[in-house]
């Protein structure tokens, strides 16, 4: 167990709809990092939060958003679903705002967009 | 050109077998290079990390990296059924990740 808690697991929604998921960092890492993972394009930075301010941007659609709370939990919106955003999503968390290399990751949530 | 490569296999080995994982990366500006292991349905689990160039060793498993060709390697030694999993590598500098696709790897007892 990593310590990082993503749900809901499995998530199955129509295009169109709008959905939100969520992250609970380990205990005491300030960084959420957000990607994504589909078969053919493999796992995609989204987006990274550090201590509630907005750190790091990498290809997030203009439909996804992201927000970082005060007691450090984090969510990701899709909205406008298309077929294509069907996909795993993870969640990873880290002490530190730049390092990485202490990046520990949730046990994803599976969208499908039918 | 993708800025990481990473041969997607599958790659399958006899138990016991020494296996030899490798990526290859474009952007000179990477320092921190990780191997991460993931299970079927699972999130990546860190395996080891190395700053620049140079070996490191653990357990089974050591990484090495070397710069001046942009390549880096993750060998298991005495490999074992518990091992197949997808081994992804990813390269860090400063804000910037990036995740190779992964190999998938199938120990057979």
């Known amino acids: 167990d990593s310590g990082v808690t993503q749900t809901p697991k499995h998530l199955i929604t129509a295009t169109g709809q709008r959905v939100t998921l969520r992250c609970s960092p380990r205990?005491?890492?300030?960084?959420v990092y957000w990607y994504q993972q589909s078969l053919d394009q493999g796992l995609q930075f989204l987006i990274q939060?550090?201590?509630?301010?907005?750190?790091a941007k990498g290809n997030i659609l203009e439909r996804f958003s992201a927000q970082q709370f005060p007691d450090l939990h984090s969510e990701l919106n899709l909205s406008s679903l298309e077929l294509g955003d069907s996909a795993l999503y993870f969640c990873?968390?880290?002490?530190?705002?730049?390092?990485?290399?202490?990046?520990?990751f949730g046990q994803g949530t599976r969208l499908t967009v039918v | 050109q993708k800025e990481v490569e990473q041969d997607p296999g599958p790659l399958s080995v006899p138990e016991g077998a020494i296996v030899s994982l490798n990526c290859t990366y474009s952007?000179?500006?990477?320092?921190?290079f990780m191997w991460y292991r993931q299970y079927s349905r699972k999130g990546p689990e860190l395996l080891m990390y190395?700053?620049?160039?140079g070996n490191k060793e653990d357990g089974r498993f050591t990484a090495q990296v070397d710069k001046s060709s942009k390549y880096i390697s993750l060998f298991i030694r005495d490999s074992q059924p518990s091992d197949s999993a997808t081994y992804l590598c990813?390269?860090?500098?400063?804000?910037?990740?990036?995740f190779g696709a992964g190999t998938r790897l199938f120990v057979k007892a």
């Open positions: 205990s005491g890492d300030l960084s």
């Open positions: 990873a968390s880290s002490p530190y705002s730049e390092d990485t290399t202490e990046a520990f």
């Open positions: 952007n000179s500006a990477f320092q921190y």
């Open positions: 190395t700053y620049s160039s």
């Open positions: 939060y550090y201590n509630g301010e907005e750190r």
């Open positions: 990813a390269m860090s500098g400063g804000f910037k990740t990036i």
